[in-house]
């Protein structure tokens, strides 16, 4: 009877049942979140951003308005942080003679803050100033080809180290000499991949994922709860593919790889690749072939990737342990008997 007396007031309210009946059919056409992607060039290599739209992809004109932001910021990461621009910011801080204080801004003074750090951490392995070496053996802007002589080398080595630069308030960066040249490029795709995350963060795309030459960061998760799923690159590859020796699992995560068998060059006698020791300016003859870095952000993976291709295994718990608030990873490929081998530290599923 009480059961009865329950159905019949529902069903005198027809105007709830309208109700119930429109929650149930506007919940069942609600169009699911989809990921929604867009790319485009920078910093002379490519980049991609793929973004979960919770609205299943329905306004387009909301993308096409983040790939215009995303582009014109990456503009404005080039103009601080390019070499190969001559009126980029570094570039007008490598003209500027020694002894003044030159102005940068705040982003610019971060994120060299950041590589001194490294620099110091690395006991002068990796080092900013390393731009003359770099130039003079072919991996910058206006390259002389092969080092002339012996004299030019260690000419070029005097202007390097970080006791050559002061950074002061202001901000601005006091170099020792005229001749003392900056080169962020071993950290500043990965700053650029942070601007970007912050912009789509800023634009309503909380969950994303960005790509600028291979260096990643992924904030939230895809569609259904799972995280970002990054490859991780095996090195050798002759340019028929790019084979992946592991993938790596991503949430609210940065990932940087630097790697010694793409970018070198034939000097005659030897093969020199880009990433140099520059206490010596030379390649570490460590038998890393290339590092793959976890942190927080994509910056500091990218330095200490390149940092750590430097130093080697032997050496990665010493500069791991200089960042003690960050929960690092660290992948190691080293060239073994035609192949590579591991070495790992802190790396998930290692």
Avoid at 81 to 100: C, H, K, M, V, W
Avoid at 188 to 213: P, Q, T, Y
Avoid at 318 to 345: H, K, Y
Wanted: hydrophobic letters at 45%; charged letters at 20%; one cysteine or more.
């Amino acid at each position: 009877m009480e059961a009865h007396r329950k159905m019949s007031a529902l069903c005198g309210a027809p105007g709830l049942l309208r109700a119930l009946f429109s929650c149930v059919l506007l919940t069942a056409c609600a169009p699911a979140p989809a990921v929604l992607s867009f790319a485009g060039e920078t910093m002379g290599t490519t980049y991609s951003v793929q973004v979960v739209d919770e609205h299943g992809g329905a306004d387009r004109q909301r993308l096409a308005d983040a790939k215009a932001a995303v582009d014109a910021l990456l503009v404005d990461v080039n103009a601080r942080f390019s070499t190969y621009q001559s009126d980029s910011l570094i570039s007008r801080l490598n003209q500027a003679p020694g002894g003044e204080a030159f102005p940068v801004d705040e982003r610019f003074a971060e994120v060299l803050s950041l590589s001194l750090r490294i620099a110091e951490a690395s006991s002068g392995a990796y080092d900013p100033t390393v731009e003359p070496l770099v130039r003079l053996l072919g991996f910058g802007p206006e390259s002389g080809g092969d080092p002339l002589s012996e004299g030019d080398f260690e000419a070029a080595r005097a202007l390097v180290g970080i006791d050559k630069i002061e950074l002061v308030a202001g901000p601005a960066i006091r170099k020792a000499a005229a001749g003392v040249e900056v080169d962020l490029s071993s950290i500043a795709k990965g700053a650029g991949v942070d601007a970007v995350s912050g912009l789509l963060v800023g634009l309503g795309f909380a969950s994303h994922m960005v790509e600028i030459g291979g260096e990643v960061v992924c904030r939230g998760l895809k569609p259904g709860g799972q995280p970002w799923r990054i490859g991780i690159e095996r090195p050798g590859s002759d340019g028929g593919g790019r084979p992946i020796q592991q993938a790596v699992e991503l949430r609210d995560r940065a990932v940087a790889t630097s790697g010694s068998y793409r970018n070198f060059r034939d000097l005659g006698s030897v093969l020199v690749h880009h990433v140099l020791d520059a206490r010596t300016g030379r390649n570490a003859p460590n038998g890393v072939v290339s590092v793959s870095v976890l942190a927080s952000s994509c910056a500091l993976a990218d330095g200490l990737a390149t940092a750590l291709m430097v130093v080697g295994p032997d050496e990665a718990e010493r500069l791991i342990a200089a960042f003690p608030e960050e929960e690092l990873g660290v992948l190691f490929l080293m060239s073994a008997d035609g192949g590579v081998v591991e070495r790992s530290f802190g790396w998930p599923g290692r």
